[in-house]
């Protein structure tokens, strides 16, 4: 049987469902799929290509003869298991934010940084949400006029806290139409102390905080953006915000050129022609980037590009995207299938 | 019977039902109160301290002896009513943008520019709710640093748009939640062509677009926050999203200060002492700002205040406030309050 022995870890979450659909859809020839879970949910039963597949408990054999692991159970499992996989052979896809910052790791967003994959040791890191689709948007703008500086705010879907969270936002939502009392438990970082209504109300705090007031997700964006766009001198800052939407983030993004010359005609022109970018910009008609037309798309749409009045060289965007897919699963996906392409796809002896 | 005859134009409105409530609350000695709004509503009882109240048709004679008039029914109805008011012997407050701009007229934000009020020619202006909150928020800072650039995404409550659309968020909101059909009729401007779901979806679109791409409420914090502060260098720019909130607005805000020195501390300080402002800040505890404990509050509430990490002088905060009481209605009421306190509650000869 020719093609790729892929194993799923973390198959039951809201990412790995994504994923196993995006392997479905994929180009990506495979041979057969495994499905990993903790033990918790190993037995359920899910589907690939219409048949039915047993949920495994992941242990360190489970990648025998696995060729890919798409990861997506959260950092510690990630930090145990991955170096298992690698052990025997697996290349490892991880979504998590376990490695994203080793300088040995690839962080890579095909449409921005595909050459980096040339540098994998057998793992490569899938960047956070949140930044993938900034870096999507901004990269077609950054390659022809450079990128000096970043201010983004974004409104991001709980889903990324997992199917928990959306379940959270759902039974919150109702019980605040009824009028009913409702114990928040998850949101808005599962782990932290304290446990906030996203119901009708935007929370602030994505991941938990740092000393310097910054949350984790806010440093995920600054370093993560550097890292993919390959240059540390590109001023990035960010505030992460957690909204009711249970797909698809949306982001409001300024910025700063570092040449000049650019037009919103040009701009659009650029974004229309990028790998990945919709464009839906026409005030007139009322057209511009939605999360309910994002979800289940793979793609990052673009609008509401129009320049700073007052300052040269800088302009908004806004940009959405599903960020299960593109911000996890697609981009994962999307990831092993460059590296097919490339010849890339086993681990470095 | 002492106290001031004062009538509210748009009685049964999202923000005239608070003007009445913040009227009730009011240190204003009222001598007697009448409730006017269009034919349709004309007839309905409302309550003022314990006392039935019906409402009565506006017509230009509502106003014979009236000393202030509160304006909350549109622009159309403030811009034809207005003067009417005024001829007649009322100070009016108008809480719609027909006047704002004006410059033989003051716009008002009492925390910020107080002296303003005594110019007033028998109206005063009450600014655009997403603009009140933030100046509040920043001005304390713009005394004693100066502020050079504001760069503002807001997340704005659907109650900006008037009770229908807090029904629509509503109704629309158990729709999607019972997976049935919902066609919006309100959402995102009741007035322009298309319609779009605001549940579990935020809509970049508060007000119609002008020709740059820019919508009106966006141009609205860009020239009204420069008018307040009395400062047309400091540079503004906004992006205005509605996002599925019943009540009050959270805003971004990134600004650079003019001058060197200021620490997240010594902001902190200076805020805590401000008028207006509660300061929410401690991510230790991960406290900072909802909608949700700003709603039915007179104050705004900042948090997240952190530096810029790359940019000298440049900082973040975060605000959250009632768009209907200190973004409307409580505004307006402060207005009267300190008109009458300066001995200005009368309409110059």
């Known amino acids: 049987m020719s093609g790729y022995n892929v194993a799923v870890v973390g198959a039951t979450g809201a990412v790995g469902t994504r994923m196993i659909q995006m392997l479905e859809q994929s180009i990506l020839p495979i041979a057969s799929i495994k499905l990993l879970a903790s033990k918790r949910s190993a037995g359920k039963v899910l589907h690939f290509k219409g048949q039915e597949k047993v949920v495994e408990e992941l242990v360190p054999d489970s990648f025998r003869g696995i060729d890919l692991a798409l990861f997506s159970a959260g950092g510690g499992v990630s930090k145990k298991f991955a170096p298992e996989a ?32 040339s540098r994998h040791h057998g793992l490569i890191a899938n960047p956070n949400c949140s930044t993938i689709q ?13 990128l000096k500086k970043v201010i983004v705010t974004t409104m991001q879907a709980v889903s990324g806290a997992g199917n928990r969270a959306i ?9 605040v139409l009824e009028g009913k009392d409702y114990e928040p438990q998850i949101l808005p970082v599962s782990g932290d102390k304290k446990h906030y209504q996203i119901a009708f109300n935007p929370l602030a705090q994505i991941d938990v905080f740092e000393e310097d007031g910054y949350t984790h997700e ?3 964006m ?4 550097k890292k993919i766009m390959e240059d540390e001198d590109i001023q990035v800052t960010a505030t992460c915000v957690r909204v009711p939407v249970a797909i698809a983030h949306s982001e409001s993004v300024w ?16 974004l229309k022609k990028a790998p990945g970018v919709v464009v839906q910009d026409d005030p007139d008609n009322q057209i511009y980037p939605q999360a ?58």
Chains 1, 2 share one sequence.
Not at 91 to 113: H, K
Request: hydrophobic content about 45%; proline content about 4%; overall charge negative.
């Open 86 to 117: 690698i052990k025997r052979g697996a290349v490892v896809v991880d979504n998590t934010s376990a490695f994203r910052m080793d300088p040995d790791v690839p962080l890579v967003v095909p449409e921005v940084n595909e050459a980096a994959l």
């Open 255 to 270: 910025f700063e050129l570092d040449q000049k010359g650019a037009t919103v005609s040009k701009l659009q022109e650029l």
């Open 134 to 146: 900034m870096v999507v948007a901004l990269e077609p703008l950054r390659k022809v006029y450079g």
């Open 292 to 349: 309910v037309n994002a979800a289940g798309k793979k793609d990052t749409f673009v609008g509401r590009i129009r320049p700073d009045q007052e300052q040269a060289d800088a302009f908004h965007l806004y940009c959405v995207s599903d960020n299960l897919l593109k911000g996890a699963a697609w981009n994962s996906v999307q990831i092993a299938e460059r590296l097919d392409a490339l010849n890339l796809l086993r681990v470095p002896k």
């Open 222 to 225: 600054i370093h993560e953006t």
């Open 167 to 175: 379940k959270e936002l759902h039974d919150e939502t109702q019980a």
């Open 218 to 220: 806010e440093w995920k």
